[in-house]
C-alpha cells in the first residue's frame, strides 16, 4: 500500500540552528510528493512540492529533493526562525488517484 | 490566503442538533474534499467531489451528509453527532484530481467542531 512516516516529533531547536524532518514513503505508483504546513489555530498550507525524482521543491528558505532510491523527500531549513513553529505534514499522491497520504506531522517548536 | 474560506470557524454542538459546515473556493477548481483532523490521528480524507459528482466515500457514517451544487461550493451536513466526531474539518480543492502538475490539493482554515 502507499505509505508516509515522519519522524517523531516534537522536534526543538534554537533560532538560526539547521533543520532536517525525515520522511520517507512507500508507493504503489508514481507519487508526487508535497510538505503542508500547519500554523497554531489554521488549516494546511501548502509549503512545497515535487513532482518526480531528483526534482527538489523550495520556498520561504525550505528545502526538499525527491529521492527514488532511497525513497525519502526529507525537510530542510539552513536557519530557522521563531516563526517557522508549526507541524509540519509531508504526504503523497499517486498520479492518477484521488487520495492524499499523509505522514502523522511533526511539531516543531523554535525558541528565541 | 483566501482562495479556499470555511465557515464557521468554530461550532459547538450537540448530539441530537443539525448543523451544516460550508467551504467555498475562489480558485476556479474542479475538485473539492472533505478531511477529518483528530488529535493524535492521521489526516483522514472524507469525500472527494469531481465536477460535482462524489467519486470516493471513504467509508464515512452517513450521520456525516456531503453536499456539492457546483465547483466553488461544498457542504457537509451534521446530525446526531458523536462525542468521538468532535474534530478539525478541512476542506480543499484542487485544478484536476490525479493529474501530474494539476492535482496539488489547497486547504482552507478549518471549521474546528465541538461535539458534547
Known amino acids: 500500500g502507499n505509505s508516509v512516516t515522519q519522524m517523531e516529533g516534537p522536534v526543538t531547536l534554537s533560532e538560526e540552528a539547521f533543520l532536517t524532518i525525515n520522511c520517507t514513503y512507500t508507493a504503489t505508483g508514481y507519487p508526487s510528493l508535497f510538505w503542508y504546513v500547519q500554523y497554531p489555530g489554521e488549516g494546511l498550507q501548502l509549503l512545497l512540492k515535487a513532482t518526480k525524482a531528483d526534482d527538489k521543491g523550495s520556498n520561504k528558505g525550505f528545502e526538499a529533493t525527491y529521492r527514488k532510491e532511497t525513497t525519502s523527500f526529507h525537510l530542510e531549513k539552513g536557519s530557522v526562525q521563531v516563526s517557522d513553529s508549526a507541524v509540519y505534514f509531508c504526504a503523497l499522491l499517486i498520479q492518477g488517484a484521488q487520495k492524499l497520504v499523509f505522514g502523522q506531522g511533526t511539531r516543531l517548536t523554535i525558541n528565541p | 490566503e483566501t482562495g479556499v474560506t470555511q465557515t464557521p470557524r468554530h461550532l459547538v454542538m450537540g448530539m441530537t442538533n443539525k448543523k451544516s459546515l460550508k467551504c467555498e473556493q475562489h480558485?476556479?477548481?474542479?475538485?473539492m474534499y472533505w478531511y477529518k483532523q483528530s488529535a493524535k490521528k492521521p489526516l483522514e480524507l472524507m469525500f472527494v467531489y469531481n465536477f460535482k459528482e462524489q467519486t470516493e466515500n471513504n467509508s464515512v457514517p452517513s450521520r456525516f451528509s456531503p453536499e456539492c451544487p457546483n465547483s466553488s461550493h461544498l457542504f457537509l451536513h451534521l446530525h446526531t453527532l458523536q462525542p468521538e466526531d468532535s474534530a478539525l474539518y478541512l476542506c480543499?480543492?484542487?485544478?484536476?484530481?490525479?493529474?501530474?502538475?494539476?492535482?496539488?490539493?489547497?486547504f482552507g482554515p478549518g471549521t474546528r467542531l465541538l461535539v458534547l
Open positions: 480558485l476556479g477548481h474542479n475538485a
Open positions: 480543499a480543492s484542487s485544478q484536476v484530481p490525479g493529474l501530474a502538475g494539476k492535482e496539488t490539493q489547497y
